[in-house]
């Protein structure tokens, strides 16, 4: 079966930078994801278009199909009586922030007495993304995963 839209597809992927180094991959258990939906980075999805089990794609990603160009706006303070409680903040850490309907990790660049400087660019914004993907299945979605636009486990519709 071939990947098209509405289709789940199993894939074992390494992702790199551009200096090579390992970003993300998937682990033991391939990465499952519903073809067509935007469940997985716009360049990735459209190289494995038309792709079936067995197949072996390697593809570069430029931001714009990625995870986006790096946005300046996204720096911004927040007092530090809104982090998790007991938090000790330190340049470096991340936080998972709710900004509006959406959960963002907010990376601390700068601590000072009574707030924080957060980015909340994502850490692979502005960077091309090196994949390397071996395409394990490709199924039918059920019903449950069409009506929530994404995979769901084996025998599972939560
Ligand atoms: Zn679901």
Redesign the pocket.
Known sequence: MEIRRNKVVAIEYTLKDDQGTVVDRSGKTPLYYLHGHSNIVTGLEEALEGHKPGDSIEVSVPPEKGYGSYDPKLISNMPISRLPEGSKPMKGQKYNIQMGNQTRTATITKVRINDVEIDTNHVLADKTLHFSVRVRQVREATK??L??R?A?APHS??
């Open positions: 449950g995963e009506e929530h994404h769901h519709d939560h």
